[in-house]
């Protein structure tokens, strides 16, 4: 509701009050398009002259390359142009580069190793569709097979092959040294410890292809303004935009795309797939380029929804209260990062499920292994954990001799309650939608059940940040900053990260500290404590926010500053593009 | 490779062109004759994308060599409309929702036009048969169903 009020001022001279629209059908725009087949598609555009290319991908899950042999195939006839790594001027990227989250790990074209089967290693660029694919038969390229790893936990163990040389831990790093993202609230081994049951599940899905009937492809031709026309199927034209831009190292105004027509995308068309090197092609041919790929590439190469391992342990009440909710999750993102690093993100944020449980833990790792890279598909990151997690619930409320509808009920969050982020609860609504669903199937709910609301009950303690226990490194989710050996077994699945800067710490706990007493929630973030390296409010220098102490975790007024933190390392170089904007990165919005 | 003249009438005009022996006829109807109507989707014949009426039957037009269709009558979904009107069919589309990204749509509408002209008062079965050769991803199909149903009773539509 507050949100709805909102808008309603931002907006107020701008909208009309009436809602004449809700409730009716209103015709799509792009209707008529589609009905007399007029609609345009990134592959609907004749050009005289246009050339088609076509990729050598790699054969094997795993290999380093040893030779490349393309001569053949630049003498093959209507062969212009045979692209290899060397010819693409910025090899390297990841998506996110472009708001500076993560590393560059990814290949346009494979160089030294190939780390999925797929995964492009050259591409040849010839007058006719029929002509590149019998040049690209004649590239030789060798290989030496290398051990691939395909197991999401087998890859984080030690001595596991190393599928992605920029992470070689086989874990995307979170701000440059974490390997997890972690969420800790309250302390679940004392809840188990109390609880009348502990359920434990593991629960596994399979990646999911996007398979749109239109396969990812893009047309890229110079135009008569010194720019290159780029007919796309990006469901992110600008950011499919910023991606080339980058990796053909060409300023964003020289690149006119167009697009938004999209033959079905679920997410597998945000990747920028083709079109940096259909852009790259046009630049060296000075031809237009069509780059399609074919329904087989399109499995091999076009990212799936990434597989997710989830294992879910729960403590549980008789009378069917959750007490405690553990869980440890592995995102297989496969051979490079692309969107799995932000899944893993989105599926923290959303532990431990629209339910209020007043002892939450949770590691979420993004694994490589040597499997098509996976993206975005519709609710990454969440829906799998979804799945698990409402699984459980049916699970739980057997386990507790409960009808399933009730007991979400019972442990559904209210407006008021802390959730395990340390945010207050609003606008909750799943007790509304239990009861109205119940309804809707003639499923019988106890009068209990039907007077709850989701607007009471969300006070008192409830909606306190409980004690919140140091996980075995000492951290939740923040630099180890014990500086010996660590002493404790770490939790199966785990490993420690070696620090490679010193970190910032807000606080004087040692790893071995009692638990952080949190003070009580405060919706107004306070002001960091002072540190010399720098004024706090400078406009010169922000501190990177990876090592901004988060407002919940305040000293308690007891607590004595360390009398010489350490100066902020310098700020992580820019990569390219935008500055950090986004809470969902761990940064905090001013 | 020496090329093939081969002439055929496409939505009521005759057409010429050179072909390779191998082309298909979505590749000629598309880079040949500017007819963006049949799409690509798996060049295999399984998805439906490229359906196309080659004298009055669906056939999958990534699946037909070019060459076969000399002296035939090939209609596409761009020849559907009369003019500036639209046929119940199309109507039926919009007023049932039943395109979505709309990549399916040119070789669905074929797949209805083909049905509707054999059988004007089809059961919901039928419908379904006739369009399991056209994958569509976005819709569910249940509103396409529902169109070519309302085509099917709507004055008019044996025009389809």
Known sequence: MATMEMRKEIFADERDDNLNVIGKGVQRQDMPGHVTARTRFFDDHAFDGMLHLKVVRSPHHHARIRSIDVSAAERAPGVKRVLRGADVPVNKNTLLSLINFGKDDEPTLAVSKVSYKGEPVVAVIADSEAQALAARKL???EY????????????????????NETYPGNYFEYHQRFDHQKLRFGDVERAFAQADMVIEERYQMSPIEHAPTETNGSIAAPEHNDRYVVHSCAQGLFFSLGTTAKIVDLESNRLHFIGGTVGGGFGGKVDSLTEPLAVLGA????????????????????SPRGAERIYVKDGLMRDGRIVARSIRSYFDAGAYTRLSSYAAIKCTAHLPGPY??????????VSYTNRCPSTAMRGFGVTAVDFALEVQMDRLAEAANMDPMEFRILNAYRDGDMKAH????????????????????????????????????????????????????????????????????????????????????????????????????????????????????????????????????????????????????????????????????????? | MAKLPVQFRLNGSDRATFVDPSSNLLDT??????????????????????????????????????????????????????????????????????????????????????????????????????????????????????AILTAASAPGARRA
């Not at chain 1, 209020?356 to 949770?362: A, D, E, H, M």
């Open chain 1, 139 to 141: 590239v030789r390229v």
């Open chain 1, 144 to 163: 030496e097979q290398l051990a691939p790893v395909f197991d999401v936990e087998e890859a984080l163990k030690p001595g596991a092959p190393v599928v």
């Open chain 1, 283 to 302: 630049m060296l041919t000075g031809r237009p380029v069509r780059y399609v790929l074919d329904r087989e590439e399109e499995m091999l190469y076009g």
């Open chain 1, 356 to 365: 209020w449980i007043p002892n939450v833990s949770s590691d979420v790792y």
């Open chain 1, 422 to 590: 340390r945010r207050v609860a609003k606008n909750t609504a799943l007790i509304e939608c239990v009861q109205v669903a119940a309804d809707r199937a003639n499923w019988p709910l106890s009068e209990q059940a039907r007077r709850a609301s989701s607007l009471g009950g969300g006070a008192g303690e409830r909606s306190q940040i409980p004690a919140t226990q140091l996980d075995a490194r000492g951290q939740i989710g923040r630099p180890d900053s014990r500086s010996g050996p660590p002493t404790q077994v770490l939790p199966p699945g785990t490993m420690r990260i070696p620090l490679s800067k010193q970190p910032i710490m807000d606080g004087a706990r040692d790893g071995r500290a009692t638990p952080t007493q949190v003070p009580r929630y405060e919706p107004q973030p306070v002001a960091p404590p002072p540190m010399p390296a720098y004024q706090p409010g400078s406009q010169a220098y922000q501190p990177p926010p990876a090592y901004a102490p988060p407002p919940a975790y305040q000293p308690a007024p007891s607590y004595q500053p360390p009398p010489a933190p350490p100066a902020p390392p310098p700020a992580a170089p820019s990569q390219h593009g935008a500055v950090r904007f986004s809470t969902v990165f761990g940064t905090r919005r001013r």
């Open chain 2, 29 to 146: 109807l598309r880079r040949g004759l500017g007819d963006f109507a049949p799409k690509y989707g798996c060049g295999q014949g399984t998805c439906g994308v490229c359906t196309v009426l080659v004298d009055g039957e669906p056939q999958l037009s990534c699946l037909t060599l070019a060459v076969t269709c000399e002296g035939k009558q090939i209609e596409t979904a761009s020849g559907m409309a009369d003019g500036p009107n639209l046929q119940p069919l199309q109507e039926a589309f919009m007023d049932h929702f039943a395109a979505q990204c709309g990549f399916c749509t040119p070789g669905m509408l074929t797949a209805a036009r083909a049905l509707l002209a054999r059988n004007p008062n089809p059961t919901r079965d039928e419908v379904v048969e006739a369009i399991s050769g056209n994958i569509c991803r976005c819709t569910g199909y249940e509103p396409i169903i529902a």
